[in-house]
């Protein structure tokens, strides 16, 4: 007996329900799982260098990382990018391609970033002592409005700077929680088309402890970096 054309559709509609139901649900799963935090440490034996003016991170339009900073006396120093995986210990990587600008600022592209990176800039004098920048954490981003978002959660030096690159205007939500999940500090901000440069006031006042720093943008979570103040 042949099956009436009403029943055929019936199944093929029920067979489309489902599949947009298992759909659903996957995609669910997906956008709910939360981001794993990353852990830096804050410590008073790290020596920084009051001559670095600046070191931050944008994505170019090959989603690479290029480290740029800046120095005030930069003819005194050479230059070396160390990368982490866990925030703690450092590697020096092949860094040959520095390359300097007109106004003495210098740049550095990561070729390999992962989703997410860790770096800081080591300085060398001429008589072989080192010092450091702050530790830059950096995630990137292969879709969506936001291209890369980094900052500087050191808070034993100074404040914390978030740096957040979109391709179009925004808002985002920087939070400062204690261990217990509490809100301790709180900004919203707008954000433009392009690298956008927050600094997050008063964190550089936070006692000793453990803290999370959580960049929200346009409502979804960006970056999650565990604080550990000693």
Aim: charged content about 25%; proline content about 3%.
């Amino acid at each position: 007996m042949e099956t009436s054309f009403f029943a055929r559709v019936g199944r093929l509609s029920g067979i489309i329900i489902m599949a947009m139901i298992l759909l659903t649900s996957i995609n669910a799963k997906i956008f709910k799982t939360p981001i794993e935090p990353f852990t830096v440490k804050s410590e008073a034996s790290v020596e920084t260098n009051s001559q670095l003016l600046g070191f931050r991170g944008e994505s170019n339009r090959q989603k690479k990382v290029v480290l740029k900073w800046n120095v005030a006396s930069p003819e005194l120093f050479t230059y070396n990018i160390e990368k982490s995986r866990d925030g703690e210990n450092f590697t020096a990587i092949q860094t040959s391609g520095i390359q300097q600008d007109k106004d003495n600022s210098f740049y550095w592209t990561d070729n390999y970033p992962k989703a997410t990176n860790c770096y800081r800039l080591r300085m060398t004098d001429a008589s072989g002592k080192s010092s450091y920048s702050k530790t830059l954490v950096i995630e990137t981003f292969k879709s969506g409005d936001v291209e890369l978002v980094c900052a500087t959660p050191q808070v034993s030096l100074n404040d914390i700077q978030v740096d957040v690159q979109m391709k179009e205007y925004g808002y985002v939500n920087l939070h400062i929680t204690n261990d217990k999940g509490e809100i301790i500090l709180q900004q919203r901000e707008k954000c433009k088309t392009g690298i956008n440069q927050y600094l997050i006031n008063g964190s550089h006042d936070l006692k000793p402890g453990d803290y999370f720093l959580k960049v929200v943008v346009n409502g979804t979570d960006r970056m999650l970096v565990h604080l550990i103040k000693e």
